[in-house]
């Protein structure tokens, strides 16, 4: 009488299949995960811009006045790693991140508050539709 030693073909090939599984799987989420990881850059890029927007508002200009390079906005910023652009206009901030960050934009708006108080940021662009962001 001979003993088993070793798998089946059979054996073997449910293997193969789940690993396949698992790789299909894996594959495009973890390439979802390193895009939004590359967009928080462009997010973060945003923040001086933010501050300026708001120490704008505070010293009491209107949004118009509070365009980059202008009333303590910094001018806007260029190419930077996962960043393409920032820009203010009138106040609300557009960044685009590059192609490997999704190439999405972020529009952050802002709407004063009732007395000058601080301002709230309303977040939109593309980058919400890709959930990036």
Known sequence: MQTQKGFTLIELMI????IGIL????????????QKA????????????KLGVESCVLEGN????CDAGAAGVPGAAGASGNVVSVAVTDGVI???GSAAAG???????????????LLTWTKSGTCVNLATC
Do not use: C, D, W
């Open 62 to 65: 209107a949004l118009a006045a």
């Open 23 to 34: 790789a299909a799987i894996a594959v495009p989420a973890y390439q979802t995960y390193t």
């Open 94 to 96: 557009t960044a685009t």
């Open 103 to 117: 190439g999405g934009t972020y529009i952050l708006t802002p709407a004063a508050g009732a007395n000058g108080s």
């Open 38 to 49: 590359r967009f928080t850059e462009v997010v973060s890029a945003t923040a001086p811009f």
């Open 15 to 18: 293997v193969v299949a789940i």
